[in-house]
């Protein structure tokens, strides 16, 4: 049965924000080759799922609903099945007991020096992951062109265009939200994609984005 866009949309919705989900929507269906496809066969949800791997992070919940709607989600593990409620369950041997009349007398046993195990080193509590809205403006756009982020680790592409972060536009807007541990500081740049897939860099030094905080920029 076809599947409809908006489902893909509602499953998209999982993961990202309003904004954000249609932008990820469309660079997904553009990629794997589906674009303006209104619905999707179960070997076009395939292409966009596999399409999606590769353009998102964090997609584990997207990835389990388009599973399910293409109907290869893994069955649930059998807890109580039947095999493992009807099979039978073999007792211990039992130990003979100890003779009565003749009690055994145990040597107690040499202890060996106890050996002090190292302190661990202690590890610093986890913080959790707040998120961090960046704005970018000073920049207009075609209808068919893309403005993206790109930089350290997989959050920004591990500085792969072909895996930058896209940025949802807002009015005079482009937007994006990440999610990262207070005061974790990762360097990107701001990129921009043409219809012909042409990447264009800013000019200028690499920019910082502090966990936890808000940055406004414009584009150089």
């Known amino acids: 049965m076809p599947i409809d866009k908006d489902v893909l949309l509602a499953a998209l919705r999982r993961r990202y924000d ?10 997904t269906r553009e990629r794997a080759g589906l674009a303006d496809k209104p619905t999707f066969d179960a070997g076009e949800l395939r292409a966009f799922r596999a399409a999606l791997v590769l353009v998102g992070d964090r997609i584990d919940g997207v990835l389990a609903r388009i599973d399910e709607l ?3 989600a893994p069955p649930a593990a059998a807890v109580d099945s039947p095999a493992a409620v009807s099979a039978p369950v073999t007792a211990p ?3 003979p007991a100890a003779p009565i009349a ?6 107690p046993p040499v202890e060996p020096a106890p050996v002090t195990a190292p302190a661990p080193a ?3 509590a986890a913080s959790p992951a707040a998120e961090t809205t960046i704005v970018l403006t000073g920049l207009e756009l075609g209808e068919d062109e893309q403005v993206m982020m ?3 680790l997989p959050v920004f592409g591990d500085w792969d265009p072909e895996r930058a972060r896209p940025m949802a536009r807002k009015g ?5 939200t990440i999610e990262l541990a207070p005061k974790v500081e990762l360097a990107f740049k701001f990129l921009r994609r043409d219809a012909a897939g042409t990447v264009t860099w800013e000019t200028g030094d690499n920019r910082k984005v502090v966990g936890a905080q808000r940055l406004d920029a414009s584009w150089r």
Do not use: K, N, R
Request: charged share 10%; with cysteine; hydrophobic share 45%.
């Open 18 to 27: 309003y904004y954000s989900t249609q932008t990820m929507f469309d660079l």
């Open 70 to 72: 293409a109907g290869t």
């Open 93 to 95: 041997a039992a130990m």
């Open 102 to 107: 003749q009690p055994v007398i145990a040597t």
């Open 122 to 124: 202690p590890v610093a």
């Open 150 to 152: 790109c930089g350290e």
């Open 172 to 176: 005079d807007q482009w937007l994006a």
